[in-house]
């Protein structure tokens, strides 16, 4: 032996930490992988699902299934001309007509709903698109009963039930879009009462939760004709119409305030037999239910070509005391106009009334006027 071999290290294995290191290094693989196989079992066990559904569901088996239940619950009856429906995208339905062939209460084009099946997994209501196209509902009434009474007779509460909620099953509700497209609505009540409208659409989108909420919706009215798409007309000598148009955004952010800001107007009006003038109206306003304050950033007001108002202001207290202060930004009427209007044929004038930073406060306890103030500004 030499001399040196007696104090030469020995090769030595590897550290109990390094070999605890691999170890644990394997396991996070071997859970990797098996978390990758486990999801991809699960979507492959979510799709064998959809398409046994659809093989042992035909859509027409489940569309005649729907058409004998929903009948049956609604105690009207139900038709449905075509459904198509996945389990993994959502469905399409065409054709729904509730009640008689003849004069049906409600029918609608078509209706898609198209969610997302993966979120849903996760406990969250996610809607990519819901539409509800050429929805017309006709409300009629005869000898005082009105063709929707089966529907009111379900709303009626059942005895011995308890009435609390349901809990709230999702976390939250994602609307990524909501439309409801030219809509129209009928009445007729015994031939005493008729109105109408016409070409009324919806878009909405937000989300919603049991403590939070933030939603946005679009009001929107544009005749297609020139014919008026609002009218009302009763027994006695009450006659309106007019061609309506909006274009009114909604938002909230929260359960106590709202805001809303857009365009309305009513052109072509007719009260019983006699024309009123064109208005149109651009709005900007906050609304807030705790404490209760109305904040009026813009309201313009036109009537027919030469007459207009610009307004701001708030108020407070509205539902009970309410208080106010108005600032006329800028008015203009004609005198004129104002008297036809007002149907004053016996007097007759012609001029100009104009109001320039007109500041206007008062305060309405119970309702009844208290106090007003008349401050600044110029009157002509």
Known sequence: MKKGDENSPEKEGPSPAAEKSTSVGGVRRILFRGL??????????????GIVLEYFF?????????ERTLSKK???????????????SGMRIDGVTLGSASQPLAHVKKVILDYDLAQLLQGKLVINQILVDHPQLTAVSKNGVWNFQ????????????PTTLPAF??????????????????????GKLSAHIDGLS?????????NAIDLKLKVLLNPETEKPNISFQSAGDMRFQS???TDLDFSASNFNRLFISGAFGLQDNRIRTSPTPDVAVEIDAEISLQPEVLNLKKLWLTLGKNNHIKVS?????????????????????????LLVWGKQRPISGKGLLKAAAVKISGHLPGFVLKNLNIDGGTLS
């Open 36 to 49: 990758i196989y486990l999801v991809l079992f699960f979507l492959l066990l979510i799709v064998s699902a």
């Open 58 to 66: 035909p859509a027409e088996e489940v569309r005649a299934i729907a």
């Open 74 to 88: 609604l105690k009207l009856p139900l038709k449905i001309q075509k459904i198509g429906f996945s389990l993994l």
């Open 150 to 161: 089966p529907l009111l007779d379900l709303a009626k509460p059942v005895k011995d039930k």
């Open 169 to 190: 099953p999702l976390a939250q509700v994602d609307i990524k879009q909501l439309s409801i497209r030219q809509a129209s609505a009928r009445l007729d009540q015994d």
């Open 202 to 210: 919806l878009e909405a989108r937000g989300k919603a939760s049991l």
């Open 243 to 245: 061609r309506v148009f």
């Open 313 to 337: 202001g708030n108020a407070a207290n509205f539902s009970k005391d309410p208080s106010f202060k108005l600032m006329i930004h800028e008015a203009s009427f004609q005198l004129e106009d």
